[in-house]
């Protein structure tokens, strides 16, 4: 059962960054890529103000970044406990495929390993 539903959630987040907005060849100054991050998680029920989901987008970027969090699934954690408490794991990846692709497209690879865990 257990690997069922660590496939499940592999699952989940490939496909959250299949879902998310492809990166843009130059992306736009951080503000700018703001507004269309909140309109992509806003698409997953995810709500805030766009300032509050920016700043966990980046500092899930940064958290990644400085190797914090070493795996996909601790990332999810964080961002699930950062996010209003009816927050499922589900959107959590999916937060996670979003804020990889617009804010840290150079870490891919690190979402996609969800599936492989």
């Known amino acids: 059962m257990k690997g069922t539903k660590l496939a499940t959630i592999g699952a989940m987040a490939a496909a959250a960054v299949a ?3 492809p990166a843009q060849a130059s992306p736009p100054p951080s ?10 998680v806003n698409g997953f029920g995810i709500y805030g103000p766009q300032d509050q989901l920016a700043w966990l987008g980046k500092i899930t970027c940064d ?22 408490r009816r927050t499922t794991q589900g959107q959590a990846f999916q937060f996670l495929g ?5 804010y840290c497209p150079d ?3 690190f979402v996609q390993s969800a599936g492989t865990h």
């Open 98 to 102: 979003a804020a990889v692709d617009h």
């Open 107 to 109: 870490q891919i690879g």
């Open 19 to 21: 879902l998310a907005v």
């Open 63 to 84: 958290r990644i970044g400085r190797g914090l969090d070493n795996d996909p699934y601790k990332s999810a954690n964080f961002i699930q406990h950062n996010l209003p």
């Open 31 to 40: 503000n700018d890529r703001d507004a269309p991050f909140k309109a992509t």
